[in-house]
C-alpha cells in the first residue's frame, strides 16, 4: 500500500490538532490532564521511546544504563484517561475505493492524535497481537510510524481485545473497523460491556456500502477448487446487492444498540482528498 501518510494529510492533521485546543471545554480539560500526568503517581505499565519535549521526570535511567537508549516509564494512573484505538486490520479492509485500510489508518490518525494533544494516554491494538502506548503531544509522530507499520492479518475481533482486556487500563475504546461480519462483533462488544468499558464503533465508509459501482461482468472464484464463474451485473443483481448492503448496515447498527454502544460512520473523502473541510467536520472529532 502507499504511504498512507504523505504530506498533504499530515498537513490536514497538523491544522487539526492545532485547532483541537479552541473548542469548547478544550483547554479545561486540557489543564486538568496536565495536572494528573505531572502528578508522577500510579503503577508502572511499561516504557516507550523518548520524544523530543517530554518531560525528563519520567526517563527510566535504569534501562539507559542497561541499554544505551532513552525510555520514558509509563504510568496507569487512577484517575489518567486512557483512550485505546482497536484497528481491525483483517483482509476485507483492503477492498475499496478509496481504499478502506488507509482511510481507516488516517482516521486512527486524526482520533489518536487529538487525544495526544490533550494529554490522553493512547494505546494502539492492532493485527498480530500488537499493544502499543504512547503520551503527550510529541508522540504524534511515533504514533504515525506505529499505524504505518500495521500488517494485514487473519485475525477474530474477540482476539483483537481479549489479552488487552484482561490486563486492564483500556480506558475508553475507540475501535475502527468495517465491521464486516457483525455477528462476530457481537461477542467482543459484550465482553467489553461486561468489564464496564466504554467503547464507540468507527466505521470508515465508502459509496460502495450504500451501492455498489459495478458493471458488465463479476467474475467468482472458488479459492478451495479453483473453479471460476462468470456472472452478468444486471438491474435485477445490482438491487439485490444494495438490499443486501442495507441489511448489513442495519445488523451493525443493531450490534452496537444490543451492547449499548454508538456506531459512527465517517464518509471517507476521495483518494487524494486532503481538503480540509474534507477530513474536519466538526466538534464531534473532539467527542471521544
Sequence with gaps: ?????????????????RRAPQLRGARETEARARRRTLAQSGTFAGHREYAPGDDLRYVDWNAYARTGDIFLKILEEEDRRTLTICLDSTASMTTGDPVRFRGALRLAAILGGLALVRLDGIRLLAGG?????????????HLLEALARTEVVAEQPIDLIGVPLERGGLGKVVWISDFATPEAVAPALHLLRRH?????????????????????????????????????VDAALRAAMVEE?????????????????????????????????SWWTGPWTYRL
Design 129 to 141: 497481537k500488537r499493544d502499543e502506548s504512547f503520551a503527550g503531544g510529541a508522540a504524534v509522530a
Design 196 to 232: 464496564g468499558v466504554r467503547c464507540s464503533g468507527w466505521l470508515p465508509a465508502i459509496v460502495d456500502d450504500t451501492a455498489p459501482r459495478l458493471d458488465g461482468w463479476v467474475r467468482f472464484r472458488d479459492p478451495e477448487t479453483g473453479e471460476e464463474q462468470a456472472i452478468e
Design 1 to 17: 500500500m502507499k504511504e498512507p501518510f504523505p504530506p498533504a494529510f499530515r498537513e490536514v492533521l497538523r491544522q487539526i490538532l
Design 245 to 277: 448492503l442495507r441489511l448489513l448496515a442495519r445488523h451493525q447498527d443493531a450490534v452496537f444498540a444490543a451492547a449499548g454502544y454508538p456506531l459512527v460512520r465517517f464518509p471517507l473523502p476521495a483518494a487524494g482528498d486532503f481538503r480540509m473541510s
